[in-house]
């Protein structure tokens, strides 16, 4: 079955550390995201990318990184955390159809103390 | 820029009772935007419940619908009798063209046995 996977689940990271999330994808999409989720605010865009070796800045790219070496994989780095950061994470792929949907991953939750 | 405002924090239900979220939405880009309402459900990533591309038509699944609304710029969700399953947190999208989708800041639906 078609899926987004992330790891890890649940992080926990010092301040001024470097985190890594990781997302991989069976669904052959070329095109992934990665969304940080806050308690009210709605899903906010970090990066994006159209295809293995492409990352573009999405409205919140501030403070990230984003590797996309293969179709399947696409990461989001965190070269040095702050307490700010503390989050869940989400990564999704979609199709490049206008009218396509996207499918997510379970989501990563970040603690930086 | 394109958003998405929908009923905010928890709405509690009794279980068997009739449910709506509000959801309205400001497009900049020509032409009218996909509409779309995910959910997660507890330790889960976003799934999507259902989408509309066309202005004036309706969408379902599972027992909830939402009509798009060109007129009113909203894209409510009702359900007719909820059950405890459908505990979860809702979020209405929008996506207005090209790659990307604007989330409203999501409503937590606690139902009640």
């Known amino acids: 079955e078609a899926a987004v996977t992330q790891s890890p689940r649940n992080k926990v990271a010092v301040t001024g550390g470097k985190v890594t999330l990781s997302c991989n994808q069976t669904?052959?999409?070329?095109?992934m995201y990665w969304y940080r989720q806050d308690t009210g605010h709605g899903l906010r865009l970090i990066h994006y990318?159209?295809?293995?070796?492409?990352?573009e800045k999405g409205d919140i790219p501030d403070g990230y990184k984003a590797s996309r070496p293969s179709q399947e994989n696409f990461s989001l780095i965190l070269e040095l955390a702050t307490p700010s950061q503390t989050s869940v994470y989400f990564c999704?792929?979609?199709?490049?159809?206008?009218?396509?949907?996207?499918?997510f991953g379970s989501g990563t939750r970040l603690l930086v103390i | 820029g394109d958003s998405v405002t929908q009923t905010e924090g928890q709405v509690t239900v009794s279980e068997s009772k009739s449910l709506i979220i509000n959801c309205t939405y400001s497009?900049?880009?020509?032409?009218?935007?996909?509409l779309f309402w995910y959910v997660r459900y507890p330790g889960e990533g976003l799934q999507l419940l259902l989408k509309?591309?066309?202005?004036?038509q309706k969408g379902s699944s599972r027992g909830f619908e939402a009509t798009y609304n060109k007129e009113a710029t909203s894209f409510h969700l009702q359900k007719a009798s909820v059950q405890e399953s459908d505990s979860a947190v809702y979020y209405c999208?929008?996506?207005?063209?090209?790659?990307?989708?604007?989330f409203g800041s999501g409503t937590r639906l606690l139902v009640s046995p």
């Open positions: 999704a792929s979609g199709d490049v159809g206008a009218n396509s949907d996207y499918t």
């Open positions: 669904n052959n999409h070329n095109n």
């Open positions: 990318s159209y295809g293995a070796g492409s990352t």
């Open positions: 497009a900049t880009s020509i032409g009218y935007p996909n």
């Open positions: 509309v591309i066309t202005a004036g």
């Open positions: 999208a929008l996506r207005a063209g090209g790659y990307k989708v604007v």
